[in-house]
């Protein structure tokens, strides 16, 4: 006979043992695949990596200006990725790059590290890397040859620090994974973006532009990433507006609008995080602002905070570490231990045809409205400019666009409620566009057409609203000119059969067969789909135009509508992912030959092409199947030519160091609000060390005796770090810091700092720091 007591104890031993057993053989699976899973149906990481690169000398992408050349910083760019994994180990990677563009060489040099590092785990097929189109990042680190001319070749600097951050991103988001929810939300934004080649878009058939209601897409669709202990770590969203806010004469390195907003929006969440106040939304109608968590209130003493200052000069220069500027870089002091670092990324859609200067396109010399169909100014396509919400101070529209931007995430992330529920999957393959068969179908009949092999039209010449081109070009051109197809004869002549694929684009450049001394343009593309439960991306190599992207993404959502596990779907696109191949038109939009349909690379099928290409792939997602790669792309590093001279030696006036300052802030000054403090130092190429993760210039507060905190960086939209030098040749330079004082700056003690790297003529590389004089901001 047993007491009820000892049945009991009994059950309960063999309870905790079947719990325990049970418990450990499920952290023996889980933790092969990387990661614990509680109740949650996914796997959530982020990451976030530096990826500024040479803010000196190297030519700018986007905008194909050779004078546009990097000489300081705006705000720095990143790298930001997000995994997900589901029950069954799947997992797919999305990395968002504050550049022009992905490049086919940085994503296959990220996946053969990726590779070494976790074996089969990342490969091309899982991972999307994706540009959001800013024209104000360094150059040259794409492969072909038309998209490194003006960079004067590869620059080798330029890709090494793509390849490291998004290498570090991924490995940053892959540390992280713990066991999290994805929200999803959805809205309008109606006064970011306008079209700039409506005339194109016009063309479209009048049926089908009727199902739209604005003739670019005004809907941002964001991912709320969820921690299961911390909450939110994150979000992603995606909307279509060109990186276009800063012009084609700006030369400092920029995020532009998109880079502003994820800025902002990262900072503050983590304002509102660390007062424990996330979710209820933007205060009093300000941008977040770190320094008021960061420095306590002070009382208003003005008469000592001058007698400070004038105890405080400006310092002669000091050695520094190559740490230096890392360890006083203002976010890292604010991380949390344990804890992962919120990530925001605002990804690009089909922007192809939308532009960030919403007050639409004037020329300069008369104010009036420029030609609709040609958009030139008594016949001259370099006097009409599209002009921003802050016209005409472009960082004004850079920051007004991106604030738009940043407050629509901001609400659809404290409204998101629908879960992300289901699968995670992915399909890539790689396309020669360069010559495919599509089947056409029309009216009940079908065709087999091919596409062409890459090549510009004339108004590819003619640039822009956003960045006019030179010469006599102009949008619109369907004839082109005799001498310029002279010119053009001089590096390629077209075939006959290569004209009429191509028709009506006059050829101006027939970079799809002009192969020396490397390819000039890409023929394999990739194309690729992922999967997140009911949301899908679809990845694409290049500039979607509105309706272009309209009609992929319906056609995809016809194919996985026949299937129930994708109802209530989302899909987006994410543009110029994983290589780039300039733009993609519809048919109607090819004919008019503005400069997007000029710079329709394959021809006037070409986004049936993709269509065609993108089914297959939703296909193969429902069924389960695989799909054939498709023949590999060139890797065409070892091929790189190179013109931009090495930095050889920097130098100073006698008797003046490094960092020593060569203009002072005024001496026991008094600044406000609104203000612009500047001081300038005797300082080096930026090229020497990219202070990754760090910060060439610096704002400190003094707290204390001899305290001095940093509050603000090269990273925060108020301070603009500006290199210069007085002439090409000269081994001497200077750095200038601005520091336009934020609304809500706390009153107090304040000085500039900057540190930079000098190499000798023996090739060493010495770093040094050195200070202004204190000023009072009162």
């Known amino acids: 006979m047993e007491f009820p007591f000892f049945h009991h104890l009994s059950l309960w031993r063999t309870c905790r043992n079947i719990q325990i057993w049970t418990i450990f053989l499920l952290m023996l699976l889980l933790l092969k695949s990387g990661g614990v899973y509680s109740d949650s149906d996914y796997l959530i990481g982020l990451g976030s990596y ?11 992408m986007g905008y194909a200006n050779t004078q546009q050349i990097a000489s300081g910083i705006h705000f720095r760019l ?30 296959i040099k990220v996946i053969e590290r990726l590779k070494a590092r976790y074996g089969d785990l990342y490969t091309e097929e899982n991972v999307a890397i994706s540009g959001i189109h800013t024209h104000a990042g360094p150059g040259g680190y794409l492969q072909y040859i038309v998209y490194i001319v003006t960079s004067l070749g590869f620059v ?17 988001a892959h540390e992280n994974l713990r066991a999290g929810s994805i929200l999803v939300n959805k809205g309008e934004l109606l006064d970011a973006s306008i079209n700039r080649s409506p005339s194109a878009y016009l063309n479209n058939p009048a049926a089908e532009r009727k199902k739209y209601k604005y003739d670019v897409d005004k809907e941002m669709t964001l991912l709320k990433f969820v921690d299961d202990d911390f909450g939110p770590v994150g979000s992603f969203n995606w909307f279509a507006t060109h990186g276009t806010s800063m012009s084609r004469t700006n030369s400092l390195i920029s995020g532009d609008n998109k880079g502003a907003a994820a800025r902002f929006m990262e900072d503050w969440f983590e304002k509102e995080s660390s007062e424990r106040n996330y979710s209820v939304g933007l205060k009093n109608d300000r941008l977040p602002r770190r320094v008021s968590n960061i420095i306590p209130g002070l009382l208003d003493n003005h008469h000592e905070l001058l007698e400070i200052t004038a105890n405080v000069q400006s310092l002669p220069s000091r050695s520094a570490t190559k740490n230096s500027s890392v360890a006083r870089r203002v976010r890292s002091a604010r991380r949390q231990a344990g ?12 922007c192809g045809d939308v532009t960030p200067n919403v007050l639409g396109a004037f020329c300069i010399d008369t104010g009036l409205p420029c030609d609709f169909n040609h958009s030139t100014c008594g016949g001259k396509n370099e006097l009409c400019y599209g002009q921003g919400p802050g016209y005409p101070d472009e960082f004004e529209s850079t920051r007004i666009i991106g604030e738009r931007q940043f407050r629509k995430a901001v609400e659809l992330f404290n409204e998101a409620k629908d879960e992300i529920e289901g699968d995670v999957d992915y399909r890539h393959a790689y396309i020669d566009l360069s010559t495919l068969e599509v089947t056409i179908h029309k009216r009940g009949t079908s065709k087999v057409i091919r596409t062409c092999p890459a090549a510009m039209g004339f108004a590819f010449a003619a640039g822009t609203t956003d960045g006019p081109g030179a010469f006599d070009f102009k949008q619109g051109d369907d004839k082109g000119n005799p001498f310029w197809k002279m010119v053009r004869d001089l590096l390629k002549t077209p075939t006959k059969e290569q004209i009429d694929c191509q028709h009506p684009k006059p050829i101006l450049l027939d970079t799809g067969e002009m192969k020396k001394p490397y390819d000039w343009a890409p023929s394999i593309l990739p ?23 309209r009609r992929l993404c319906d056609a995809v959502k016809t194919v996985l509508s026949n299937d129930k596990d994708f109802k209530n779907m989302h899909v987006v696109i994410a543009g110029l992912t994983n290589t780039y191949s300039q733009y993609v038109t519809t048919y109607e939009e090819y004919q008019v030959q503005r400069y997007e349909g000029a710079s329709t690379l394959y021809g006037p099928n070409t986004l049936s092409a993709y269509i065609q290409e993108f089914k297959k792939l939703a296909k193969a997602l429902i069924s389960g199947e695989p799909v054939e790669p498709g023949p590999q792309p060139p890797d065409l590093l070892d091929k790189q030519i190179s013109f931009l001279p090495p930095v050889v030696v920097d130098g100073t006036p006698h008797g003046v160091d490094f960092g020593d300052v060569c203009s002072d802030v005024p001496q026991n000054s008094t600044f406000k609000c609104g ?54 040749l000269s081994s001497r330079s200077k750095a200038t810091i601005e ?7 706390n009153p107090g003690v304040y000085r500039i700092r900057h540190f930079g790297a000098a190499k000798s003529l023996f090739g060493s590389i010495h770093h040094f720091t050195g200070s202004s004089s204190a000023f009072v901001v009162a």
């Not at 530096?50 to 700018?60: E, K, L, Q, R, S």
């Not at 804890?339 to 089909?350: D, I, L, R, T, Y």
């Open 50 to 60: 530096d990826i500024t690169g040479p803010a000196a000398d190297v030519n700018m």
């Open 78 to 107: 990143r790298a930001r990725a997000f995994i997900v994994a589901d029950e069954d180990g799947k997992r797919v990677v999305f990395v968002n790059l504050d550049a022009c563009m992905a490049s086919q060489i940085v994503t």
């Open 156 to 172: 080798r600097q330029s890709f090494d620090v793509l390849v490291d951050g998004i290498e570090k991103s991924i490995v940053q």
């Open 339 to 350: 804890k992962p670092e919120f990530v925001s990324a605002f990804c690009q859609s089909n």
């Open 527 to 549: 194309i690729q789909i992922l999967r997140i439960g009911q949301f899908v991306i679809l990845c694409v190599p290049g500039e979607f135009s509105t309706m272009a992207g």
């Open 675 to 728: 203000d612009m403090v500047t001081a300038s130092f005797w300082s080096a190429c930026p090229r020497n060390d990219l202070m990754t993760e760090g910060t060439f210039a610096l704002v400190e507060f003094r707290k204390g005796e001899d305290n001095w905190v940093p509050v603000y960086d090269d990273d925060d939209f108020c301070l603009r770090f500006k290199w210069s030098r007085p002439s090409k």
């Open 739 to 745: 520091w336009r004082i934020p609304n809500d700056v």
